[in-house]
């Protein structure tokens, strides 16, 4: 009984309460061994950043309960879409990470296009309101876009960034090959 008990907890300890999604501190440690099996295996790692367009003015729209609901329902449209064995976990705020072990680039690309245009075409209702919504995400994969796990959380980041500044309701791969001009000021 003890023993079920210590599960339960530790189940509950690594779940988002709100959307029953992994929260993030399971996503670190879970993932570090996603990237170890997937060096072993000489396979690829697709991840995908995902965020909730135009957030705030949901939940100023229509309220915190709204807001809610729209997360609840873009983590049950995640968790069904995702391939058996990807780990889907809550970033943050209006921020889920998906890991899919297996995925090269296109596949990642293609995944994550595939949830955005789904979600663009959703309609969640919620005390009769019809509310949709988008998102905008980045695509990184591992050993492409980097090796460790900062690497390729920096990658995926940056790649979301990129779909959010060049219009939202896109997807972005990141390109390890292209730089991103500095400019210095004296």
């Known amino acids: 009984t003890i023993e079920l008990l210590r599960a339960d907890l530790a189940e509950q300890a690594s ?3 709100l959307t029953g999604l992994h929260n993030r501190r399971h996503l670190v440690e879970r993932f570090a ?4 099996a997937a060096e072993r295996a000489d396979e690829p790692i697709a991840v ?3 965020d909730v367009d135009g957030f705030k003015s949901i939940n100023d729209d229509y309220g915190h309960q709204t807001g809610d609901a729209v997360l609840v329902a873009l983590a049950q449209l995640m968790g069904e879409r995702a391939p058996v064995g ?5 970033w943050g705020g209006e921020e889920f990470f998906i890991a899919l072990p297996g995925a090269d680039a296109a596949a990642g690309l293609a995944f994550a296009d595939d949830l ?4 663009e075409l959703n309609v969640i209702v919620f005390k009769g309101r ?3 919504c988008t998102l905008s995400g980045g695509v990184a994969a591992y050993p492409a876009s980097g090796t460790s796990m ?4 920096h990658a995926v980041d940056v790649s979301m960034y990129e779909a959010k500044n060049a219009g939202r309701n896109l997807v972005r791969l990141h390109e390890p090959t292209r730089t991103i001009p500095v400019v210095v000021t004296l």
């Open 86 to 90: 990807s780990l889907v976990a809550r």
């Open 48 to 50: 995908a950043l995902f």
């Open 130 to 132: 019809m509310i949709r």
């Open 33 to 36: 061994s996603m990237i170890a």
């Open 116 to 119: 955005r245009r789904r979600c």
């Open 150 to 153: 900062e690497d390729l959380f």
């Open 15 to 17: 779940r988002d309460t």
